[in-house]
């Protein structure tokens, strides 16, 4: 019997991309093969699941739409578990950094390709960006129904460096197959050591909102990309 590992697994409302506002049942799978200084989750820790024990808990909440994410769910998701979610009539959507092939039957596909990493999907329905100064046009020429940048907000907890405890699944992950992403060279996300704690959670506060105002700009000038935010943040909710 397969065997996952899960990180956590809650409800709440989408909070990003076209489906934002629509209640979901999120799984957060552990591990992932990338490393980028903007991400804001930690997926070091898991419980070992079957299928059946992931759809039974999915199952408790009232929403049918569940959102497979990460860390970086491919390097576990299968075709197995997608069957076992399909057959207590869920729909699947699954948020991916696209460098692992999916397996069949995903309703919707969230692709959000990192800077300098090797994409392997051809497609889907929507393309999210993390808008972070490199390069995304690129990005437009991967069919899809949407394409969005979304701003990067860079706190203090995403900023410093931290070192994986000994053992760790994060450890394992990047000593055996991680990509760092790049940074930007944007000014607006240098750090503050002179601040007090408070103090430093508004100042990255107003990092974030130099930031979504430099993708409003770019947005404007390229209008083949739409704006997403990260509403469940702005709304205080997971």
């Not at 990460?70 to 950094?97: F, K």
């Not at 701003?151 to 760790?168: D, H, L, N, V």
């Not at 002179?194 to 409003?216: G, L």
Request: with cysteine; glycine share 6%; aromatic share 8%.
């Amino acid at each position: 019997m397969k065997i996952y590992k899960v990180n956590e697994i809650f409800y709440s409302l989408q909070g990003e991309g076209a489906n934002a506002g629509t209640p979901a049942v999120f799984v957060r799978f552990a591990g992932c093969n990338l490393r980028c200084p903007f991400c804001d989750t930690d997926f070091d820790s898991y419980t070992e699941m079957s299928a059946d024990e992931i759809a039974d808990e999915v199952g408790q909440y009232p929403a049918d739409f569940v959102v497979l994410t990460g860390g970086e769910p491919s390097l576990q998701v299968d075709e197995n578990l997608v069957a076992v979610l399909r057959s207590r009539d869920l729909v699947i959507a699954i948020e991916t950094n696209g460098t692992h092939p999916l397996p069949y039957d995903i309703d919707w596909v969230t692709l959000s390709p990192k800077e300098g990493s090797q994409i392997v999907l051809t497609e889907a329905d929507e393309v999210k960006v993390v808008y972070v100064g490199q390069d995304v046009e690129p990005y437009l020429n991967i069919p899809a129904d949407h394409h969005f940048l979304q701003p990067c907000r860079k706190e203090e907890k995403a900023c410093e460096t931290q070192t994986p405890s000994r053992g760790s699944l994060r450890n394992k992950v990047q000593n055996e197959n991680t990509l760092i992403c790049g940074e930007s060279d944007n000014p607006s996300f240098e750090r503050s050591e002179t601040f007090s704690t408070s103090q430093s959670a508004f100042i990255h506060t107003q990092q974030a909102i130099d930031n979504s105002e430099e993708v409003i700009r770019y947005i404007l000038k390229h209008p083949e990309w739409s704006l997403s935010v990260q509403l469940h943040k702005l709304l205080g909710i997971r």
